[in-house]
């Protein structure tokens, strides 16, 4: 029997949860103002400038809540990854009353600190990428669904919209509707109630509703995303599906820490066998959310190379397993004790690294070379910046910014005076959503300034065949000292005059 003292005791712990993670969003927005945006980042930036149903690279939801956050903080660095630490907020909400419905109190506790603390999660929440908008309305979506499942039968509509807004954020949200089905056809309880009645269904079609106009936008830009996916899934040759496994498996043992994921694997097993064998309903609803993930994405790996991420939404319900366990193995006696407390100390330590690298170079601990770091791409983009912006004014006239990708073009937008459109002419390099955004015919005559990631000077004849004439620049060398003595980045710069147009088709590789 449910007494005062102990709704009372509910409230006081939520209040404090919900404090905490307030806390936590307002240092992660102190963080999110304090670095230079990612390469991809900035990309994602200009695509909230053109908004669309669908982009060639990804699915749209992402552009519009980066627009929303711009248009409260202005387009800063804190404008444009507000939405993540958002998200990972919301995610962790969600994460939270999920745990408390299925376990308890005490395993929604852990399974809070768990979301708030693993490095994948850590970083996800201050870096803007699908993941963390993807993981929101993921996270949102097993919860209602869970709650429709027991309580709430019209919840099925609003799970539907909320899978449907998932997908939209990133393609696999899709699997959240075979993990679904998966658990219907495992659970006796949810097969007998759920399999002939029409709200299951439903809330399918409301969901590929809401994905439909994604599918639409496809049709009518000659399948540009669908192009895009088989290229990624073509990266590399199916006989190299070992390889490809472990790599990833030894990604996850960084990104969620050794001890973290190790309990996962192992609650894959356990709570496979709690949730069929012991018909133990809701944890059966998480592991049929969570296998279907990230079998999925082993699946894949055996036939291509994978990002370290793709298998992210696994760990929503995955995580309240791996609680779960946990407070099991805490309860346990010492050994328990000690391996809860390892785990959490290790995860905390990985996560602090991958936000403070610093706290490695202090000790001398750093990478071989500077181009392995990845924390090196938060640098030097201002200092591009102005660097154009000199070309800029030594040129007269206005130039444009162009590169051969979408990395440079973008960080150049960002961080250029005024924000200006900047362009990619694809000269001899892949397709990028740039090019259903510049029309290169009402360029022709104009002078240019070209960026280039590398000091090579592989693609000047390129640039000889479209200007009348090309003037390298001295490249600007970006330094990071300490810990590096030698440049992270070489910027090639070259003044280009008269452009004089060409044919995208002709000059684009891979599409």
Not at 459 to 465: K, P, W
Request: charged share 15%.
């Amino acid at each position: 029997m449910t007494t005062v003292s102990d709704i009372q005791a509910a409230r006081r712990r939520d209040t404090a949860v919900g404090g905490f993670l307030v806390i936590l969003t307002l240092l992660r927005f102190w963080y999110d103002s304090r670095h230079e945006l990612l390469q991809d980042e900035a990309y994602y930036w200009q695509w909230s400038r053109h908004l669309d149903w669908g982009f060639y690279d990804n699915t749209p939801l992402m552009a519009p809540i980066i627009r929303f956050f711009t248009l409260l903080f202005g387009s800063t660095e804190l404008g444009v990854r507000a939405g993540a630490s958002v998200c990972a907020l919301i995610a962790t909400v969600f994460i939270y009353l999920l745990a408390k419905r299925v376990f308890g109190p005490t395993v929604a506790l852990v399974s809070a600190a768990l979301a708030s603390s693993i490095p994948l999660f850590a970083a996800g929440a201050v870096i803007m990428t699908q993941d963390p908008v993807q993981l929101a309305f993921w996270s949102a979506t097993v919860y209602v669904v869970y709650r429709a499942f027991t309580d709430r039968p019209r919840w099925w509509i609003l799970a539907g919209a909320l899978a449907g807004l998932t997908a939209q954020a990133k393609l696999n949200g899709l699997l959240l509707l075979p993990g679904v089905f998966l658990y219907i056809l495992l659970s006796k309880s949810a097969r007998e109630t759920w399999l002939r009645r029409p709200e299951p269904y439903l809330a399918g079609v409301i969901a590929l509703a809401v994905f439909a106009p994604f599918l639409w936008w496809n049709h009518t830009h000659q399948n540009a995303f669908w192009t895009h996916i088989h290229a990624m899934g073509s990266r590399s040759s199916g006989h190299d599906g070992l390889k490809w496994l472990f790599r990833f498996l030894g990604d996850q043992l960084l990104l969620i820490s050794p001890f973290v994921f190790l309990t996962y694997l192992y609650s894959l097993y356990s709570a496979g066998k709690r949730g069929l064998a012991l018909r133990e309903d809701g944890v059966l609803y998480l592991w049929c959310i969570s296998i279907v993930v990230f079998g999925a994405t082993i699946a894949v790996t055996l036939r291509s190379k994978v990002e370290a991420n793709w298998a992210v939404a696994a760990y929503i319900t995955g995580l309240v397993l791996v609680a779960d366990l946990l407070v099991r193995a805490w309860r346990s006696g010492a050994v328990g004790k000690a391996f809860v407390g390892i785990s959490g100390a290790f995860a905390i330590f990985l996560a602090l690294v991958a936000l403070f690298p610093s706290l490695l170079y202090g000790v001398g601990v750093k990478f071989p070379h500077p181009d392995q770091d990845r924390t090196n791409e938060l640098y030097g983009w201002r200092a591009m910046g102005d660097r154009i912006t000199r070309e800029k004014e030594a040129m007269g006239g206005d130039p444009f910014v162009f590169g051969l990708n979408y990395r440079m073009p973008s960080e150049a937008a960002f961080y250029l005076p005024g924000q200006p459109q900047t362009y990619s002419l694809f000269l001899n390099y892949k397709a990028s959503e740039y090019m259903f955004w510049e029309k290169p015919e009402t360029l022709r005559g104009r002078n240019a300034i070209f960026l280039n990631d590398t000091d090579n000077q592989d693609h000047f004849d390129d640039l000889r065949a479209v200007f009348t004439r090309i003037d390298p620049q001295p490249p600007l060398r970006v330094y990071r000292n300490p810990p590096y003595t030698s440049p992270i980045r070489t910027v090639q710069i070259v003044r280009c005059y008269g452009f004089k147009g060409y044919d995208v088709k002709k000059w684009q590789d891979g599409w």
